[in-house]
């Protein structure tokens, strides 16, 4: 599994309250209407700016807070090909693989720059980074957990294999 794309760069602790504000997740229930506003207090109109297969890249800890499936849902809505992060809040985490967007744990993101392009292997656990011409290593994801990625996410597999991966 290969994703390719231009990135977005972020610091550490990225909440979900950054990602997508309490104040539209409690009124908006259309996820496109949602999405909209998607990382808007980091970077106003960044659901309009970002194409489709962008990376986010940030530092540790990104989805950390409350534990609202709205957070990753939008990225996955605006078209956000992959998150790498050093680190992810353990719930955040889960809630991207359970709706099929890769989440990479890279302890490299320090040396990728803003509009860097990536080229993420998720089956050789590698970023190449086409920009700068450098390989960064990564955090395994599971066979588990990358069949569910394959499948599009946990729903998916699920329909594909009519039980749990586990």
Same mark, same amino acid.
């Given at each position: 599994?290969? !994703? ?6 972020? +610091? ?14 409690? +009124? ?6 949602? +999405? #909209? ?5 980091? !970077? /106003? ?5 970002? #194409? +489709?297969? &962008? ?16 957070? /990753?849902?939008?990225? #996955? ?7 790498? @992060? ?10 991207? !693989? ?8 890279? #302890? ?5 720059? &803003? ?28 066979? @588990?957990?990358?069949? !569910? ?18």
């Amino acid at each position: 599994m290969i !994703i390719r794309g231009r990135v977005w760069k972020f +610091s550490d602790d990225v909440n979900t309250d950054l990602i997508i504000a309490g104040k539209y997740k409690l +009124s908006i229930t259309n996820i496109g209407e949602l +999405s #909209k506003h998607a990382m808007e207090a980091l !970077i /106003p109109n960044f659901a309009e700016k970002v #194409k +489709s297969g &962008d990376l986010i890249v940030a530092g540790k800890n990104f989805g950390c807070g409350s534990s609202r499936e709205q957070a /990753p849902l939008v990225l #996955k809505h605006i078209g956000i090909g992959a998150i790498i @992060a050093k680190s992810f809040a353990r719930i955040f985490y889960r809630n991207t !693989i359970n709706i099929g967007l890769p989440a990479v744990e890279c #302890k490299d993101t320090n040396k990728i720059s &803003d509009g860097d392009m990536l080229e993420v292997d998720l089956s050789e656990g590698r970023i190449k980074n086409i920009v700068k011409n450098e390989i960064y290593e990564i955090k395994p994801i599971p066979p @588990a957990l990358l069949e !569910i990625l394959v499948n599009g996410g946990l729903v998916g597999y699920v329909k594909k294999y009519g039980r749990l991966p586990w």
